[in-house]
């Protein structure tokens, strides 16, 4: 996510990390802001930072009436449940555990509270499933000669199919990039992009990637922001559009490795491709991570960041909780301990007609 807005109401701190193409939005963010949880209405203390993390969240969470439907959330029931814990002799790790477990309710790995001790996080949407990627793998396939542009790192199989891989999108990746890489894969057969264990970044990089691989503007999704403070306060779907690249356009067929640990910007680069044509998701289910994040910060110091825009499918459903591949592939132990990739190799099969 690339770009950080900050905005203050007193002590109270709020950051938005938005598109370039949505920065128009933070326009529409500053009324809503307005109640922004104010950290002198609550005192610095167990019961104080409480009732400020429930009320950020209150106002300020995005997904409260999707996750009531999908699996029974009750924020006010959160409230009621946890506020019994908490009483004015807590230690800071005892008061840090009880609120990291309240946030956790949310089912979100965007839900963080940060104290200089700890780091209360969500990682169950990949913890609990199988990695399906292994680093040994990976290595073996790209060789001694792969090639290495920032985060990138590409080389082409013994079948002439180009492998990417791009295991984060923590740096920005530049369409210059992406037409050196391209160039060089000009008669190949197909192209394998490997974004398995990509938990996000830089959004902007989905957009710039994506852009090489469709030949006109195509609706990828929608998104929404707050209005207000109540769960349903939301403005209309927002059109989001992605518009070919200048540079080098890819023609022929591309495949896009997913796993559960592929989650936020790295889950919209997901969302993108599955949309566009010759383009198939392959492996497992993404992480998901639907929601653009904000930051605030409680009574006593300790860091809040939630998601607070929702986005959406080209079919107006929610990615929150993942995006479904084309094809379902697990790595198999058999495959692993022969020095194969269950997954690449299945992809290399579709991509040359087998």
């Known amino acids: 996510m690339s770009i950080q807005t900050y905005m203050r ?124 990627v292994s680093d040994t793998l990976i290595d073996k396939y790209l060789g001694k000669s792969y090639k290495i542009i920032g985060s990138i790192s590409y080389c082409i199989l013994d079948d002439n199919i180009g492998y990417v891989r791009i295991p984060s999108f923590s740096s920005s990746i530049g369409s210059g990039s992406i037409d050196e ?84 910007a790295a889950n919209e680069f997901a969302m993108y491709m599955k949309g566009l044509d010759n383009v198939l998701l392959v492996g497992d289910k993404t992480g998901g991570g639907a929601g653009m994040p904000f930051s605030s910060e409680l009574p006593n110091g300790w860091g809040v960041r939630f998601s607070a825009c929702p986005m959406y499918d080209s079919e107006g459903n929610s990615t929150e909780f993942g995006i479904e591949p084309d094809v379902y592939v697990n790595l198999l132990q058999s495959d692993f301990l022969k020095g194969e990739d269950t997954i690449i190799e299945y992809a290399r099969q579709i991509l040359i007609g087998n």
């Open 9 to 132: 109401t007193s002590r109270c701190r709020l950051s938005i990390i938005h598109y370039i193409l949505y920065i128009v939005l933070a326009a529409f963010f500053i009324p809503s802001l307005s109640s922004c949880v104010n950290e002198e209405e609550y005192d610095d203390t167990p019961e104080g930072n409480f009732e400020a993390l429930w009320k950020i969240l209150d106002e300020h969470y995005c997904f409260f009436d999707y996750k009531k439907e999908v699996y029974g959330l009750d924020w006010n029931e959160v409230y009621a449940r946890y506020k019994k814990q908490v009483n004015s002799k807590l230690s800071d790790s005892q008061l840090f555990e009880i609120l990291a477990n309240m946030a956790g309710e949310l089912r979100d790995g965007h839900v963080n509270i940060s104290a200089p001790f700890d780091l209360g996080r969500y990682w169950t949407w990949m913890e609990d499933y199988p990695s399906n």
């Open 181 to 264: 890489i391209l160039e060089k894969f000009l008669l190949c057969n197909g192209i394998i992009i490997d974004i398995r264990g990509n938990t996000g970044g830089l959004v902007s990089n989905a957009e710039t990637i994506a852009a090489h691989f469709t030949n006109e503007e195509t609706l990828v999704g929608y998104m929404q922001h707050k209005t207000g403070t109540g769960h349903s306060d939301f403005s209309n779907m927002e059109e989001q559009w992605l518009k070919p690249s200048d540079g080098l356009r890819w023609q022929k067929k591309t495949a896009v490795l997913t796993n559960r640990e592929v989650y936020s």
